[in-house]
């Protein structure tokens, strides 16, 4: 499971009890200019043919958790009952989603779009 705790204008991911051996991570720190949004996943992609494991643990169907190449692109896994799950859209970061477990998925996700949603107002892109 992760911890989601807002931090400034950045967002950190802390990985909780053995899933920090399981995923190779114990933490990230992600900014909020590079979260595109968040939503709700309780039926995540974890079957055999889903990606590649490139570091980590992954047992089909039953937990993922570290680094995979899916559809040409790396995303990080934390997940044990999917029904928890959240997916973090990304640009300009190592890598495209973090797929993870937290405990209460519709307000963490809503946590992150709030407060993406708030930098964005208080950081316009000029152009």
């Not at 590649?52 to 047992?59: I, Q, R």
């Not at 958790?65 to 559809?71: D, K, L, S």
């Not at 959240?86 to 998925?105: S, T």
């Amino acid at each position: 499971m992760v911890q989601v705790i807002p931090r400034n204008a950045k967002i950190m991911f802390e990985i909780e009890g053995w899933d920090k051996r399981w995923s190779l991570r114990r933490w990230m720190e992600i900014t909020l200019e590079h979260i595109k949004g968040a939503h709700v996943d309780p039926h995540p992609a974890m079957g055999w043919f889903q990606g590649v494991k490139l570091g980590g643990t992954g047992v089909p169907n039953i937990f993922r958790a570290g680094t995979f190449y899916q559809e040409g692109n790396l995303v990080f896994w934390d997940v044990r009952h999917p029904e928890k799950t959240i997916v973090i859209e990304l640009e300009h970061e190592r890598y495209a989603k973090l797929i993870i477990e937290v405990e209460d998925p519709q307000t963490t996700a809503e946590l992150i779009n709030a407060a993406v949603a708030r930098y964005r107002k208080e950081h316009p892109v000029s152009k």
